[in-house]
């Protein structure tokens, strides 16, 4: 790999597309995205896409499955030496990841390792589960009169910690999303009880737009009671600010809802 001129031109010319899957209904993919998936000769998907999207695939296309819930093996290393293996030995991978990949998804990461062995790259965006989670529980991010922006922050960091971010974020009267945070509801809890916050509008949406969906909303001071009271587990976003007031049941069926006041 060290000598790229060499494959330079070889045809196909082996590339990588980066393609956000949307948030788990498989309707909300784009356009786009459903093209290059018809073009790929390799995919690679990750474990919250809905695998109904893999019935666009060529049939020949290699579809390998590299999520990374707890107890699987794959990683981050393995993932992008196999972008490049596989795009030198067949042509179009396409990276199909959930929700939108620039969205802590590692998308650009694995866009720089595969330009550093000289693919082409591209990337499609998706629907951000920050954003549709919300929408299906009928809670707009942002809305006249009660909020005019919204953050969206990773409850988890490379080193494991929850995201210094949310303080600042709490001191403002923007609505707050964080994803991968349903470890770090305590945490969030106190945080929020410490700025004066403790009272404000939480909602916690698991499986967002599938027909799984269950959301449990109350205040921020008992997060943790939300999630046992309602069995709310990962995959799940939490939504704190006014606009969980607008939480509706009619969004899709399953959902339940459980006031904690």
């Known amino acids: 790999m060290n000598q790229l001129e060499q494959f330079f031109t070889l045809d196909p010319k082996p590339k990588l597309t980066v393609v956000g899957a949307g948030p788990g209904d498989p309707d909300l993919i784009t356009v786009k995205a459903i093209k290059a998936l018809k073009t790929a000769d390799v995919v690679l998907y990750d474990a919250l896409i809905s695998e109904e999207l893999l019935d666009y695939c060529k049939v020949d296309a290699e579809k390998i499955y590299v999520g990374k819930r707890p107890g699987e093996s794959h990683s981050q290393d393995a993932i992008n030496f196999m972008i490049v293996e596989k795009a030198y030995m067949y042509g179009h991978v396409v990276r199909l990841k959930g929700g939108d990949p620039f969205i802590f998804g590692r998308g650009m990461e694995e866009i720089e390792y595969a330009k550093g062995f000289g693919l082409e790259t591209a990337y499609i965006p998706g629907i951000s589960s920050s954003v549709a989670a919300a929408g299906y529980a009928g809670i707009p991010l942002t809305t006249r009169g009660v909020s005019e922006s919204f953050w969206v922050i990773t409850g988890t960091k490379t080193d494991g910690t929850l995201s210094k971010d949310l303080e600042i974020a709490l001191q403002t009267t923007a609505t707050i999303v964080?994803?991968?945070?349903?470890?770090?509801?305590?945490?969030?809890?106190?945080?929020?009880?410490?700025?004066?916050?403790?009272?404000?509008?939480?909602?916690?949406?698991?499986?967002?737009?599938?027909?799984?969906?269950?959301?449990?909303?109350?205040?921020?001071?008992?997060?943790?009671?939300?999630?046992?009271?309602?069995?709310?587990?990962?995959?799940?976003?939490?939504?704190?600010?006014?606009?969980?007031?607008?939480?509706?049941?009619?969004?899709?069926?399953?959902?339940?809802?459980?006031?904690?006041?």
């Open 178 to 261: 964080v994803l991968m945070g349903m470890n770090k509801l305590s945490q969030i809890s106190e945080i929020c009880k410490e700025i004066g916050k403790e009272n404000l509008p939480v909602a916690i949406v698991q499986h967002g737009t599938t027909e799984k969906q269950k959301v449990g909303v109350g205040i921020a001071k008992n997060l943790k009671s939300i999630a046992e009271v309602n069995n709310l587990s990962n995959p799940a976003v939490i939504i704190l600010g006014e606009v969980v007031k607008f939480a509706s049941t009619d969004i899709l069926s399953g959902i339940s809802k459980n006031y904690n006041h």
